[in-house]
C-alpha cells in the first residue's frame, strides 16, 4: 500500500510541477511577446517616420510584397488607405488582421473603417464598426485607438443627442491627457467647445466656456498643430466672438484663418471661411457685392466636395440673400430654390438614416437574446457539472470504506478527474462571465440608441400576430404602454375615424410585403396629435415574410405649421388674384387691337398670375400707339412695375400730349427712377423695362419706332426686316444722361409688323430641354406671315405647347402681330 501512496503523491507532484511549468511558461511567452510587440512597434514607428510617409504608393506595395512582420503589413495597408482613401486597403487590413487574430490591427482596420464611412456621410454604418472597435480597443486597452475611436462616436450622435456626444468627446480627452497627446487634445477640446456653442440653451455664459476649450485648442495648435488645424482653430474662435457681440475682431480672425486653410489646402476650411465671410459682410458691412465674391469662391468648391449638403444649403441661402440685397431677384430666385432642393435631400437622408437606425437597433435587441439564452446555458451546464463533482465525490467517499488498496487508486483518479472538472468548471464561469459582460455591453449600446430618439419603434410578428417589441416611451406619443400593445391591442383604439381606413389599408400592404408611409392623426388625453409612421417588411432566409419593422414619430408641430403655411399661401394667392384682376382689367382688349388693325393678334401667356409683361395700344392725333413691354421680374413685382409702365404711357401720350416715341422713352426712365428712388451705384435697384414703343402714321403709311433692348420685325414678301434698339433699358441702367433714338420705316400693304418680349424665345423645351431661341421664332413668322394674323396665333400658341410640353414656363410670354 505505500507504494500506492508513494504512486499516488510522485504523481500528484509530476502534475502539480507540469501545472507550474506551463503557467510559468505561458507567462514567459506574454513577456517574450510583450517585448516583441514594443520592439515591433518602435520598428515600425522609426520606419513609417523615415521611409512609408516619403515614398510613394509603389513601394508600399513593394512593403507588402516582402514583408513577413503581420504588424508592419498592416500598417502598410493603413498607409496605402491614407495615401489613396481607398476603402479597399482598409477591408484589406482587416480581413488580414482577423485572419492572425492581430488585435491592434483589427483596432486600426476598424477605425480607419469607421472613419471613412463617416465622412461619407454614412453615420450607421461608421457607427457599427466604431462600436466593435471600442470593444477590443478595451479589451486590450488600446488607449491611443480609443482616443480616436470615441471622438468620431461624438461626432455621429452631436446631430442626435448632444450630452451623450459630450459623454464620448470627454472621455477621448481624459484618454488623450493620460497618454500626453496633445494634438489629440486639441481636438478634443474643439468638440467640446462645439457642445457648448449655443447648444443647450444659448447663453452668454455657454459661449463664454465654448471660448475656453476653443483658445486651449488653438494654443496648443499654434504650437504643434498643422495649418489645417489652425484654420479649424481660428474658425471656431471667430464663430463665439460673432455670438458674444465681439464683432470688430471676427473678419480679421477669419480672414487669418483663411491664410491658414490657403497654406494647408484644405477645401473643407477654405469653403468655411469664404461662406462666414460673405455673410459678415452681407450683414455687418452691407458690403453685397464683397460678400457675393466670398459666397460663390465657397460656392464652386464646395459643389466638388462630398457630404456637402449641409454647408451648401448654408451657402445657397447666402448668396440668394446676397443676390436680392444687389436687385437681381432671378438669380436670388435660382439659388433660393437650390436651397429648397438642398434641403429636401438633408430630411431624406435623415429618413433613411432613422431607419438604418431601426435596423441596428433590431439587430442589437437580436444579440441581447443571444447572450440571455448562452448566459442560460452557461448556468445549467454549470449546475450540471456541480452535480456530477458532488456524484463523483460520494461515489470516492463509500469506496473508500470497502477497500484501502482500492482507496489509493479511487483517489488518484478521483483527484484527477476532479482537476479536469474543476477546469472545465471555470471555463465555464469564464463563458458565464463573458455572456454578462457582452450582455451588459449590447443593452448599454440599446439605451443609448433609445435614448437619442424620442420617436417610437416597433417589431410585430406577421406570423403569430403579435407585437414583440414596443419602445418604452410609447405612452407619450401613442397612448399606451408596451404592455396594452403585448396584450393584442393596436393604434386603432387612438386614430381619430376618419384616419382609420388608411391605417386599416396601410396594414394590410405591409402584410402583404409591402413597405408604407403614411400619416394621420390620435386622440391622447383629449389632445390631436399627428403621427407618421413607416414601415417596412422583413424577410427570413427563405424569403418568407416574417414582421414587419415601423417608427412612429410625432409630427404635429410641422403639421400645424403646414396648415398656417397653407392659410398665409391662400391669403396670398387671393391677393394676387385680385391683383391680376385689375391687370386684365387694365390691359387692352382684344377688340381695341381690331379696332384699330382688322388683322391683328396678342399672343399673351402670363408665367404666374400676374405678369411682368405687358400691351398697350391708343390712337391720338391720327397716329396709332402700340407697345409689348418686359418688366423686371415676373409675378407680383413685375405687375407692379406693369401696372406702372402703363399708367406712365396714359399720361405722357394722352394727357401731355407727346408724340415722339423717343422722348416718350426718355420721359418714361426718368419718372421711374423717380418713383423708385434709383440711384447710380452698384448696390442699388436697377428695376425698369425692355419695350418696343411704335408709332403708326395712317396717313402717311409710316412705321416710328424708339426701342429699348427689344426689337421690332418686319416681313414683306418673304424679306425679313429686323429694326433693333438702344442696348438700354428703360431705367437707371442707362444713366441719367442717355437718350433714345428713333428709327422709321416706311410701310407697303401685306407688310405684318411683330413685336415681342424675349419670353417666347427663351422657353426650354424639345427633346434636348434647349431654349427655342430666336432663329427658329424668325422661320416659323416668315414660314406663315401669308396666313392670317388669327391663324399665325393659333400656330404661334400650338408651336409653343409642343415644344415645352411637361416643362415649366420660365417667363412671360408675349408677341403682337400687325398686317398692314
Not at 792 to 811: A, F, P
Amino acid at each position: 500500500m505505500k507504494i500506492f501512496i508513494r504512486f499516488y503523491f510522485l504523481t500528484l507532484l509530476l502534475f502539480l510541477l507540469g501545472t507550474v511549468y506551463q503557467f510559468s511558461y505561458g507567462n514567459q511567452e506574454r513577456m517574450v511577446a510583450s517585448k516583441l510587440s514594443r520592439v515591433d512597434s518602435l520598428i515600425i514607428k522609426k520606419l513609417i517616420d523615415d521611409n512609408i510617409k516619403q515614398i510613394k504608393k509603389d513601394s508600399l506595395q513593394a512593403i507588402l510584397k516582402t514583408t513577413l512582420s503581420d504588424s508592419i503589413k498592416v500598417l502598410a495597408l493603413h498607409e496605402l488607405y491614407l495615401a489613396s482613401d481607398s476603402i479597399d486597403y482598409a477591408k484589406q487590413a482587416l480581413k488580414f488582421s482577423n485572419k492572425k487574430n492581430y488585435k491592434n490591427g483589427i483596432c486600426l482596420s476598424l477605425l480607419d473603417l469607421g472613419r471613412y464611412y463617416y465622412f461619407e456621410g454614412q453615420q450607421d454604418i461608421s457607427l457599427s464598426y466604431l462600436v466593435k472597435l471600442v470593444k477590443i480597443a478595451e479589451e486590450t486597452n488600446n488607449k491611443k485607438i480609443l482616443v480616436g475611436a470615441y471622438k468620431y462616436i461624438g461626432f455621429i450622435y452631436r446631430p442626435h443627442n448632444s450630452f451623450i456626444a459630450l459623454d464620448y468627446y470627454l472621455k477621448s480627452l481624459a484618454l488623450a491627457e493620460e497618454i500626453k497627446d496633445e494634438i489629440a487634445q486639441s481636438y478634443a477640446l474643439s468638440a467640446i467647445g462645439n457642445v457648448h456653442e449655443g447648444v443647450f440653451d444659448g447663453t452668454s455664459e455657454k459661449n463664454k466656456t465654448a471660448l475656453e476649450y476653443y483658445l486651449k485648442s488653438l494654443e496648443i495648435r499654434e504650437r504643434k498643430g498643422s495649418y489645417d488645424e489652425i484654420a479649424s482653430s481660428l474658425t471656431e474662435t471667430s464663430r463665439v466672438y460673432d455670438l458674444l457681440g465681439l464683432h470688430d475682431k471676427v473678419v480679421d480672425i477669419r480672414l487669418r484663418g483663411l491664410e491658414f486653410a490657403k497654406k494647408s489646402g484644405s477645401t473643407e476650411n477654405i469653403v468655411f471661411l469664404y461662406n462666414l465671410l460673405g455673410h459678415d459682410y452681407n450683414y455687418r458691412k452691407n458690403d453685397f457685392n464683397k460678400a457675393l465674391e466670398y459666397q460663390l469662391m465657397a460656392y464652386e468648391i464646395a459643389r466638388s466636395q462630398k457630404n456637402n449638403l449641409d454647408i451648401m444649403f448654408d451657402i445657397t441661402k447666402e448668396i440668394a440673400y446676397s443676390y436680392y440685397s444687389l436687385g437681381n431677384f432671378k438669380k436670388s430666385a435660382d439659388f433660393f430654390q437650390q436651397g429648397i432642393d438642398i434641403n429636401k435631400s438633408i430630411r431624406e437622408k435623415e429618413i433613411s438614416y432613422n431607419h438604418n437606425l431601426s435596423g441596428i437597433k433590431y439587430e442589437l435587441e437580436k444579440d441581447i437574446e443571444k447572450q440571455k439564452l448562452l448566459l442560460k446555458d452557461s448556468e445549467i451546464l454549470k449546475e450540471k457539472t456541480e452535480a456530477e463533482k458532488q456524484t463523483m465525490l460520494r461515489n470516492a467517499f463509500f469506496i473508500g470504506f470497502a477497500l484501502v488498496f482500492i482507496l489509493a487508486l479511487i483517489i488518484f483518479k478521483g483527484n484527477r478527474q476532479k482537476l479536469r472538472s474543476n477546469r472545465e468548471l471555470d471555463i465555464r464561469n469564464k463563458k458565464i462571465e463573458i455572456a454578462y459582460q457582452t450582455l451588459a455591453l449590447s443593452e448599454n449600446k440599446l439605451k443609448q440608441i433609445t435614448s437619442t430618439i424620442n420617436d417610437v419603434f416597433y417589431l410585430y410578428n406577421i406570423v403569430e400576430k403579435k407585437y414583440e417589441y414596443i419602445s418604452p416611451n410609447s405612452a407619450s406619443l401613442l397612448g399606451a404602454e408596451p404592455q396594452f400593445f403585448y396584450d393584442g391591442n393596436s393604434m386603432k383604439h387612438f386614430v381619430v375615424q376618419a384616419d382609420l381606413p388608411k391605417l386599416i389599408q396601410a396594414n394590410e400592404k405591409v402584410d402583404s410585403g409591402i413597405a408604407y408611409d403614411i400619416e394621420y392623426r390620435v386622440v391622447i388625453d383629449n389632445k390631436l396629435i399627428w403621427i407618421d409612421e413607416k414601415s417596412y417588411p422583413i424577410f427570413d432566409e427563405q424569403n418568407n415574410l416574417i414582421w414587419n419593422s415601423g417608427v412612429c414619430r410625432d409630427i404635429t408641430k410641422r403639421k400645424n405649421a403646414e396648415e398656417i403655411l397653407h392659410k398665409k399661401n391662400k391669403d396670398i394667392t387671393d391677393s394676387i388674384n385680385y391683383a391680376s384682376k385689375i391687370q386684365q382689367a387694365i390691359l387692352p382688349e382684344s377688340i381695341e387691337f381690331k379696332k384699330h388693325f382688322p388683322d391683328s393678334f396678342v399672343l399673351f401667356k402670363p408665367k404666374d398670375i400676374v405678369s411682368g409683361d405687358f400691351y398697350w395700344i391708343t390712337e391720338k392725333n391720327d397716329f396709332v400707339f402700340f407697345t409689348a413691354a418686359d418688366c423686371t421680374g415676373h409675378g407680383v413685382p413685375g405687375g407692379f412695375m406693369s401696372m406702372l409702365g402703363m399708367a406712365l404711357l396714359n399720361e405722357i401720350v394722352n394727357l401731355k400730349d407727346i408724340s415722339e416715341p423717343s422722348i416718350i422713352l426718355d420721359k418714361i426712365k426718368i419718372r421711374i427712377i423717380y418713383a423708385l428712388k434709383q440711384k447710380s451705384g452698384l448696390s442699388e435697384t436697377k428695376d425698369g423695362m425692355d419695350m418696343a414703343l411704335c408709332r403708326i402714321d395712317k396717313r402717311k403709311n409710316e412705321l416710328v419706332i424708339a426701342s429699348a433692348n427689344n426689337p421690332v420685325w418686319v416681313i414683306r414678301e418673304n424679306e425679313f426686316i429686323e429694326i433693333k434698339g438702344d442696348k438700354q433699358p428703360v431705367g437707371i441702367s442707362g444713366g441719367l444722361d442717355f437718350k433714345f433714338n428713333q428709327q422709321t420705316v416706311q410701310l407697303k400693304k401685306g407688310d405684318c409688323i411683330y413685336v415681342l418680349t424675349d419670353g417666347y424665345a427663351d422657353q426650354f423645351g424639345g427633346a434636348k430641354g434647349k431654349k427655342f431661341k430666336y432663329k427658329p421664332l424668325k422661320e416659323l413668322l416668315i414660314s406663315m406671315h401669308s396666313n392670317t394674323m388669327e391663324q399665325q396665333r393659333e400656330i404661334l400658341s400650338k408651336t409653343m405647347l409642343e415644344w415645352k410640353k411637361d416643362i415649366e414656363q420660365v417667363d412671360d410670354i408675349l408677341l403682337m402681330g400687325i398686317k398692314i
